[in-house]
């Protein structure tokens, strides 16, 4: 692969993330592509469905099918997806009302370019910062115990159909999933996802094809952005967060020393044994994986549910 399929290259309207140009350089089957030359540096590459349309037109099509008559509720997050589920909402001309959920470990970058971008936004706060469940549940969130999604993101929307802009390429689990469905765990609950099978190449196709404004954080090299240390990064990527953000890094030691005080004076000890923040802060960047707060296995399944059930932790 060469150097410009690794970090990509900067045009006029700013960076194409590497991730991008390495699409374009892979061996891999894709369906029929349109070609749509931005620059004599960049060449984008927008797939066409299999029925002839582009992925624009379906998306835009399925948001015109399942439109409510009160109109939709639109999960917002800044990133690239909400950016260009936002923008193919307007086109199709249906109602909505975007939300922003915030979690209180946004990066300022986000936060502010929400401010500076779409004004009209609604932000939703959330009852606790992260900071105050992580004392709550006794236990920093890992990628198999998430309820800081639970309480802080998922929680908007109810009653409501929901335009998300998840995609089946981010992770196994989405692939699964159905472009209009039903919650599983809130009834009168739907979710709408006009992206689900949009590529990396085509989210950033359109962005660049219509012009859209998007955070300086791509532009540093990241090519997803959530909260700062969201456990479903990668290792490297919360490395890079520790780098980046110390303020929330500092704000997180804390939550963690305020957890083992609380854990402590109700007589009980920690199933990780835990001492200090620091040795939670590295537990919880690294990974031990027998810990049974951490991963999925079934044998760990079950040791977690015990100590689920001896109140060690919630």
């Known amino acids: 692969m060469n150097a410009l399929a690794r970090t990509g290259r ?110 009209w936004v609604l932000w939703d706060r959330p009852k606790k910062s992260m900071f105050q469940i992580i004392v709550d549940h006794g236990t920093p969130p890992t990628r198999f115990r998430r309820y800081c999604c639970r309480e802080l993101k998922e929680i908007g929307g109810r009653g409501h159909t929901v335009i998300l802009g998840i995609r089946g390429a981010e992770s196994a689990r989405r692939k699964n999933r159905k472009s209009f469905e039903e919650s599983r765990i809130d009834k009168g609950k739907f979710f709408v996802n006009p992206i689900l099978s949009w590529a990396d190449q085509d989210v950033w196709g359109y962005i660049r ?43 997180y030691l804390l939550a963690f020393k305020r957890m083992l005080e609380k854990i402590s004076s109700e007589g009980k000890k920690h199933p990780c044994g835990w001492n200090t923040p620091e040795e939670v802060m590295n537990w919880w960047i690294n990974g031990d994986r027998k810990s049974p707060l951490y991963s999925r296995s079934r044998k760990n399944f079950k040791r977690r549910r015990d100590h689920e059930l001896s109140g060690v932790i919630a």
């Not at 299999?50 to 509720?73: C, F, K, M, N, Q």
């Not at 952005?225 to 953000?245: A, K, M, T, W, Y």
């Open 209 to 251: 094809q219509h012009g859209l404004k998007y955070p300086s954080l791509y532009d540093n090299g990241r090519t997803r952005i959530g909260c700062v240390l969201c456990p479903l990064q990668s290792h490297n990527g919360r490395l890079q967060d520790l780098e980046d953000f110390p303020k929330f890094k500092k704000a």
């Open 10 to 119: 900067r045009t006029g309207a700013g960076l194409i993330p590497g991730s991008l140009l390495r699409w374009r350089n892979s061996s891999q089957n894709h369906s029929p592509q349109k070609v749509i030359v931005v620059s004599e540096d960049t060449v984008i590459s927008q797939q066409t469905s299999l029925s002839g349309s582009t992925l624009e037109e379906d998306a835009i099509a399925l948001l015109r099918e399942h439109e409510p008559v009160e109109g939709y509720y639109l999960a917002f997050s800044g990133g690239k997806d909400s950016i260009v589920i936002h923008d193919l909402t307007k086109r199709a001309g249906v109602k909505f009302k975007a939300h922003f959920h915030m979690t209180t470990v946004d990066p300022p970058e986000v936060t502010q370019f929400i401010r500076d971008n779409y004004p």
